[in-house]
């Protein structure tokens, strides 16, 4: 596989994405097996739609799909810290057991401040699922449910993951380069 010019490296290959979302698939269908409605999924645009569209065929079990748009990074390297919701959901979710779909979680804000707006929308549960975790810049203490890779603290993109909306396309997670951490 060729790296992608302003990747320095590849730090999961589509093998090894491809396997851990179809373990993924198989522990979300475990775990709301005994429901009596469709799972609500909520996936946040732009980042985690290539993760979802993989996970979503993984799940073996009803599914019912929104979207929400949140900003954080504009065009940087690192959370603002600022959340902004771009897109919100377009229907209720009241009683509803609700994951959340992310491409990645590090600051941890971000995901903080879904699962809060979410659960103050009355569903029955909130519950979410990341590709990727960098704990070690955790600047909030939350509980993410399903994770599929932690990694450490580099700046990636592919797979859905972007930089100053490029390489979102790459089948790839890979590590972009620092002489490519500026825009256009």
Same mark, same amino acid.
């Given at each position: 596989?060729? #790296?992608?010019?302003?990747?320095?490296?590849?730090?999961? &290959? /589509? =093998?090894?994405?491809?396997?851990?979302?179809?373990?993924?698939?198989?522990?979300?269908?475990?775990?709301?097996? &005994?429901? &009596?409605?469709?799972?609500? +999924?909520?996936?946040?645009?732009?980042?985690?739609?290539?993760?979802?569209?993989?996970? $979503?065929?993984?799940?073996? !079990?009803?599914?019912? !799909?929104?979207?929400?748009?949140? =900003?954080?990074?504009? @065009?940087? +390297?690192?959370?603002?810290? #600022?959340?902004?919701? $771009?897109?919100?959901?377009?229907?209720?979710?009241?009683?509803?057991?609700?994951?959340?779909?992310?491409?990645? %979680?590090? =600051?941890?804000?971000?995901? @903080?401040? $879904?699962?809060?707006?979410?659960?103050?929308?009355?569903?029955? =549960?909130?519950? +979410?699922? #990341? !590709?990727?975790?960098?704990?070690?810049?955790?600047? %909030?203490?939350?509980? %993410?449910?399903?994770?599929?890779?932690?990694? /450490?603290? /580099?700046?990636?993109?592919?797979?859905?993951?972007?930089?100053?909306?490029?390489?979102?396309?790459?089948?790839? #997670?890979?590590?972009?380069?620092?002489?490519?951490?500026?825009?256009?």
């Amino acid at each position: 596989m060729a #790296v992608n010019l302003g990747v320095s490296r590849v730090m999961l &290959d /589509e =093998s090894a994405i491809r396997d851990k979302v179809r373990e993924l698939g198989a522990k979300i269908t475990n775990a709301y097996k &005994d429901l &009596d409605a469709p799972l609500q +999924t909520v996936v946040i645009l732009k980042g985690a739609v290539v993760f979802a569209a993989d996970l $979503l065929r993984a799940i073996d !079990l009803p599914v019912r !799909l929104d979207f929400m748009a949140i =900003s954080s990074y504009g @065009k940087q +390297t690192s959370s603002s810290g #600022v959340v902004r919701i $771009l897109k919100d959901l377009d229907a209720p979710i009241e009683g509803a057991h609700v994951l959340i779909v992310e491409d990645i %979680v590090d =600051s941890g804000l971000t995901l @903080k401040y $879904l699962i809060d707006n979410l659960a103050a929308r009355g569903p029955a =549960s909130v519950k +979410t699922c #990341v !590709l990727l975790d960098k704990p070690e810049r955790r600047q %909030v203490d939350i509980k %993410v449910d399903f994770v599929g890779f932690e990694i /450490e603290d /580099e700046f990636v993109v592919g797979y859905g993951l972007d930089f100053a909306e490029k390489y979102r396309n790459l089948p790839y #997670v890979g590590v972009l380069d620092p002489s490519q951490a500026h825009t256009d």
